[in-house]
């Protein structure tokens, strides 16, 4: 029997299962659909659709580097302990080294091959839903190159090598040994990591979120009826102090308290005799910006037992 598109479609709908599980499903029994279905309910696959709809805020950031260029890759889950699950654990590796390699955007990752399955990427994560018993998303990933010099990474709350919370790379370009350059080069990355910049340079920073604090700080001291050359002062003072707050070279380290990032770099340059410029960073926190509803159990034993 010759398979149709919307036949794929259809068990599609009705297990939740990947359109080449969906194929193959039909392929294997002869097109008939409910011995599809019970087929893909076997291998675990038809119960898939049922876990997507759960919100998935845990999971793993992890980071690779190789020769000069490294990623960082958010992969959720429903649950913290999933993330210390063997298998979940060697899925975010090799998604990292195989974006890592091929230069993919999410998308097109879910669309390479797994190694050593004969699935996709994409195939791989449905049957590790199935297998495991939770809900997972590739989430969004981030790449950092550097010509000379080196990247450097920090993981948050490590769970495995390269695997954490938190994960942050920072690019330094020198033509200082990495050896020298990974001590400033961690340190920054463990800044980075304790302050969440939102840009490099002033320069960097994104203009609109420049406008609207101007905006809210001018509007905060016209409000206080000072004099306009007064109100002009006291914006630029506290847009400086804005600027120290979410800009990295702007930032004052936090291992000693006292000295700007940039000021960091150019001591460590003045010091070895080297150029050294810090060229890039990427930092991804687990979770970050996913709306997770909160339980409280208390009130819900409570409610229930009032019912009672």
Known sequence: MSLTASMVKELREKSGAGMMDCKKALTENNGQMEEAIDWLRKKGLASVSKKSGRVAAEGLVGITIKNN????????????????????????????????????DVESLKSLAYPDSGRTVEQELANNIATIGENMNIRRLEFLDVNEGGLFSYIHNNVADGLGRLGVLVALESKLGMDDLS?????????????????????????????????????QAIASGKPKEIADKIVEGRMHKFFQEVVLN???????????????????????????????????????????????????????????
């Open 69 to 104: 260029s490294g990623i960082i890759l958010e992969i959720n889950s429903e649950t913290d302990f999933v993330a210390r699950n063997e298998i979940f654990q060697n899925f975010v590796k090799t998604c990292c080294e195989l974006a890592l390699s091929n230069k993919s």
């Open 183 to 219: 001590t400033i080069g961690k340190q920054i990355a463990m800044h980075i990591a304790a302050t969440s910049p939102k840009s490099l340079s002033i320069e960097d920073l994104d203009k609109n979120i420049v406008d609207r604090e101007r905006q809210v700080l001018t509007d």
């Open 250 to 308: 702007e930032q004052i380290s936090v291992l000693d308290g006292e000295t700007k990032i940039k000021d960091v770099v150019k001591k460590h340059a003045n010091e070895t005799g080297f150029d050294i410029k810090l060229k890039g960073f990427k930092i991804i926190k687990l979770g970050d910006g996913i709306e997770v509803e909160e339980t409280n159990f208390a009130e819900e034993v409570a409610a229930t037992a009032s019912k009672n």
